[in-house]
């Protein structure tokens, strides 16, 4: 019931954040190709999903982590459907790889498209040797690059198994890993004539990135268990202090 509440909040927000976007792509298509603007529509519209939001209180930390203009392969865990937006709150200019499911979707899907982000094609190697290709042309653009490394929501408020393609395409790209987190508390609603659990308050934390010389030494899977140590344990923390 929860999702539904979401769904209800989000989808209006969306058909709006999709008529603006549209507009922008076609008056800004000739002299943008990177879509930095679209992407600065996207900043301001996702601003308005989750810090103006009745429903909840948002907070965004470790901000000061993040050097302005550098690329980066972001890892956030995936819990609900509000990481989307959320990670917006990141003040960089970003893509998102999305598996091509995804950005078929109706609305969602279509916002994700005009934007220009990555899909993840199902294939063998010809599929890989092309979305590593688009990688790089990204981030040597300056651009970062978001991943859930979960791959799907998880269930639980644990972090599930994390993949391997977000730490291959680091050392790829010769870029530097910045962790994320996302961290939901939630309360207990009267809506709809009964009791549901919605967000309360939503914290997003930029942690310490994993450096260059790090992303070069460490094999992809060394990579992969180290940032997910760094971000379960950070998790953690930040719940230990939220139940304090």
């Known amino acids: 019931m929860a999702i539904v509440v979401l769904i209800i909040y989000l989808v209006p927000l969306l058909i709006v954040e999709l008529a603006i976007i549209a507009l922008t792509c076609l008056l800004t298509f000739a002299f943008d190709r990177n879509r930095r603007i679209v992407h600065t529509v996207s900043h301001i519209m996702s601003g308005s999903i989750t810090y103006l939001s009745v429903l909840w209180r948002m907070k965004s930390r470790g901000m000061e982590n993040i050097e302005r203009g550098k690329s980066y392969i972001v890892t956030v865990n995936h819990q609900n459907m509000l990481d989307i ?9 970003f893509k998102w790889v999305s598996k091509r499911e995804v950005l078929k979707m109706p609305i969602f899907g279509w916002v994700l498209r005009l934007r220009g982000d990555i899909a993840i094609e199902r294939g063998g190697t010809a599929s890989t040797i092309k979305l590593f290709k688009r990688a790089k042309e990204v981030t040597s653009g300056g651009c970062s690059i978001i991943i859930f490394p979960e791959g799907t929501r998880s269930k639980s408020d644990a972090m599930g198994r994390f993949k391997d393609g977000a730490f291959i395409m680091a050392k790829e790209c010769d870029t530097e890993i910045l962790p ?3 961290d939901y508390r939630y309360r207990t609603r009267n809506l709809f004539g009964r009791k549901i659990a919605v967000p309360d308050r939503i914290t997003l934390t930029a942690l310490p990135p994993i450096g260059l010389e790090t992303v070069r030494t460490k094999s992809a899977e060394e990579l992969r268990d180290m940032t997910k140590e760094t971000m379960a344990a950070a998790l953690e923390r ?6 304090a």
């Open 85 to 93: 937006p959320v990670c917006y709150s990141l003040p960089l200019h």
């Open 180 to 182: 994320a987190v996302i």
């Open 238 to 243: 930040i719940r230990a202090g939220h139940n």
